[in-house]
């Protein structure tokens, strides 16, 4: 089983940031593959950032130059650093990790306000 503990939503005013934390335990073995994504209310899940057991990443254009995603192996978390936020960016976002199959967080609100 794995578990995915994340950290760090709240609210923000634009153009302000928020470092979002999400740890992953049990049954992880090597490095994998993590990230996050986000859902606002009345729309899809959508991908924001990934990060490979290798370390390459990929951004959504929405988010390309103002958000960037990291990693701690050691620690088995990831971060996702958010600058510049817009009202846009407001959400429920959710890490995931790949371990044969993708494990989700519970998710933390990112609330974007003018």
């Known amino acids: 089983q794995v578990q995915l503990v994340e950290s760090g939503g709240g609210l923000v005013q634009a153009g302000g940031s928020l470092r979002l934390s999400c740890a992953a335990s049990g049954s992880i073995g090597s490095i994998n593959p993590m990230g996050w994504y986000r859902q606002a209310p009345g729309k899809e899940r959508e991908l924001v950032a990934g990060?490979?057991?290798?370390?390459?990443?990929n951004y959504a254009d929405s988010v390309k130059g103002r958000f960037t995603i990291s990693r701690d192996n050691a620690k088995n978390t990831v971060y996702l650093q958010m600058n510049s936020l817009k009202p846009e960016d407001t959400a429920a976002y959710y890490c995931?990790?790949?371990?044969?199959?993708?494990?989700w967080g519970q998710g933390t609100q990112v609330t974007v306000f003018l």
């Open positions: 990060i490979t057991s290798g370390g390459s990443t």
């Open positions: 995931y990790i790949m371990v044969l199959r993708r494990y």
